[in-house]
């Protein structure tokens, strides 16, 4: 065994003695490492005023397998990139957070301390429930879409009956409504607890003539058929009670084309609007050339996407006590964060840009206003840029999990896909997995990466599990993973009884929620009440290390842990029955640990000097629950 594997860090109570630390205090930092290592000398490595500087860590203690260093660190600056330097009689060696190495690196995966980091940090407490309302639950049939109650772009509305398989957009043109709204999802906080939740995302649902709701026409009124301004009032107030989070959904990239500020559907006055008076204020709050035409989010005609160069612009948006993401934030609301749209594409056209000072202004009026609001975002591919603390505290990682996880189980990423090149599955490859994974948490620092947003499914992708090469036990393995993960878990509504769909975009994987319990999946109820439940009582599933000990062929084990108790996830793509030996020692492990599986009553392993030898079934997870020191 290379003792190199055996060295560790990370940003938890367990190396550094406060993981949030204010400017000017100073903390202890810690590293271990098997204490038969021949290491002669640790340093910690790091640039006060830009300067290459190194402080040697004095060796503190051992126990039985570990040999633990620390030295005292001033936290000098508002944000400290560090990494580790240990010499032995033949080499030295550098401890990034990606790997270890006999050159020194460059500084992009250092380890990064945060200074007065407002961190949200009841997120890592959360197990999250994503809704699409108009799909979730019809509590008061008395504010439902009518047929024919508008039309927009020609098309009008119609009301559909619960359980009908949603239409093309050439048909509905998302304007088929089934009426879920907020009184439902009120009505059904004790489904929600049961399960396990304790935070809910729900998408957008103010003022919008579609069902979606991405195309805004009023910032400031909650749409009148979800309930109003008075039902999410009443929705939080209850959420609230029974100790449940909420966060929502906006996009403040672009407006609907009807929003009262363009208005060119005409669902306000004419005269008034940046698209029918040259002279109107909010003119400038959206890009129009010479010619009257208007920049457009992704070339769609009714989403003008918003000029953030304007400081009236950003003072109705973010700036303002009365803006639209202080106002909800704030009392009567109350609302514990924002899940912000196409984050990527905001205060971008081409060559303006002034996308990385507006997220930083955004982010400051939002703490003062609530400093622990929970910033999300979305972005579907490397968000490590907006992740170091200035910006966002959390992305939807698709990056980071999502892509990797459904691809290394069989599905085809959704990048790909969009090729229109002939692509089948690939050959499942763990140390692709690992290196996916393991690249993107290297890049953040430990305070953000903990705050990050894991999911299987979203409303903007088709769910996993309908796949028709996807049976249930290699649903089983991601499920797993997500609620193991680094990071927060987050259900897409109807996931958890194996919910209808198809592989539409957008609407097949928007089915209404079937609540009959006769048509629920009990494979997926009892998986995700198990793991949901599980994750909210286990401090180490929330705040422990995360380290890949074992990746080979099309089989992946990591683990969380602390000094007292780890949570070794293994998951095997393989084809046929594996036996595999995993190195319990880097994470702790002797041979007086208690082993379970948590599934299974029969703990099919063998533990010898700290070696696991596990019997993995093909296509099968495992979830091993240890206490390291009985």
Not at 251 to 267: A, C, D, I, L, Y
Not at 301 to 311: F, K, M, N
Not at 593 to 610: H, R
């Amino acid at each position: 065994m290379d003792w190199k594997q055996s060295i560790y860090s990370d940003g938890s109570r367990e190396f550094l003695s406060n993981p949030n630390p204010r400017l000017g205090e100073t903390i202890k930092v810690s590293l271990r490492v098997f204490k038969d290592a021949p290491i002669k000398a640790v340093f910690l490595r790091y640039l006060p005023n830009g300067e290459h500087h190194m402080i040697e860590m004095k060796r503190e203690g051992d126990d039985d397998i570990f040999a633990y260093y620390s030295t005292d660190l001033k936290i000098s600056e508002k944000s400290i990139n560090y990494r580790f330097m240990i010499a032995t009689e033949d080499d030295v060696y550098y401890y990034n957070q990606l790997e270890v190495t006999n050159y020194d690196p460059n500084e992009h995966y250092d380890f990064k301390i945060i200074a007065d980091y407002e961190n949200p940090e009841w997120v890592r407490d959360c197990v999250f429930y994503q809704i699409f309302p108009d799909r979730f639950y019809n509590g008061n049939p008395d504010n439902d879409v009518k047929d024919e109650e508008y039309f927009l772009d020609g098309h009008p509305t119609s009301k559909q009956p619960w359980g009908k398989k949603p239409v093309e957009y050439s048909e509905g043109h998302c304007l088929d409504f089934y009426g879920g709204d907020l009184e439902g999802i009120k009505q059904k906080i004790p489904y929600l607890k049961k399960l396990g939740v304790n935070a809910v995302y729900i998408n957008p649902i103010f003022w919008a003539p579609s069902h979606h709701k991405y195309d805004c026409i009023d910032y400031f009124q909650v749409d009148p058929h979800f309930g109003g301004n008075e039902a999410l009032k009443e929705l939080v107030e209850e959420l609230h009670k029974n100790d449940m989070k909420i966060i929502l959904d906006i996009s403040v990239n672009h407006t609907g084309s009807g929003h009262r500020w363009f208005n060119k559907e005409g669902f306000f006055d004419k005269s008034t609007g940046a698209y029918n008076d040259k002279n109107a204020e909010e003119r400038e709050y959206y890009y129009f050339d010479e010619n009257g035409e208007y920049f457009r989010w992704m070339g769609v005609d009714t989403l003008p996407s918003l000029d953030y160069r304007s400081q009236k612009l950003r003072d109705i948006i973010y700036r303002k006590p009365n803006s639209v993401l202080q106002t909800w934030l704030k009392p009567p609301y109350n609302i514990d964060g924002w899940r912000l749209d196409v984050a990527n594409n905001m205060a971008r056209k081409d060559e303006i840009d002034v996308s990385n000072e507006v997220w930083i202004e955004l982010r400051q009026h939002l703490k003062e206003t609530k400093s622990d609001m929970y910033l999300l975002a979305e972005h579907w591919a490397d968000t490590s840029k907006y992740l170091q603390g200035d910006k966002w505290d959390a992305a939807m990682n698709y990056y980071g999990f999502q892509r990797p996880v459904r691809d290394f189980i069989g599905d085809i990423d959704v990048y790909l896909t969009r090729t229109h090149i002939p692509l089948k599955s690939k050959h499942k490859d763990a140390v692709k997995l690992a290196k996916q994974l393991s690249q993107h948490l290297a890049q953040l620092p430990y305070q953000v990466k903990m705050n990050q947003f894991n999911l299987l499914d979203s409303h903007d992708v088709h769910r996993l599990h309908i796949m028709p090469h996807i049976d249930f036990e290699t649903y089983r393995c991601a499920v797993v993973m997500l609620f193991t993960f680094p990071g927060v878990p987050s259900i897409y509504y109807g996931d958890e009884v194996g919910i209808e769909g198809d592989l539409r975009y957008g609407e097949g994987c928007r089915y209404c929620m079937p609540w009959e319990e006769d048509n629920w999946n009990k494979n997926h109820y009892n998986l995700y009440k198990k793991l949901a439940h599980l994750r909210t009582k286990e401090d180490v599933l929330k705040n422990g290390g995360f380290k890949i000990i074992y990746a080979e062929g099309s089989i992946i084990a990591f683990a969380r842990f602390n000094n007292e108790k780890a949570f070794i996830t293994v998951v095997s793509m393989e084809n046929a029955d594996k036996e595999i030996s995993i190195n319990g020692r880097l994470i702790g492990i002797t041979d007086k640990s208690s082993i379970n599986e948590v599934f299974s009553e029969k703990n099919a392993y063998i533990c010898k000097d700290g070696i696991v030898n596990l019997k993995v079934s093909a296509n099968k997870a495992y979830l091993y629950e240890i206490t390291l020191k009985p």
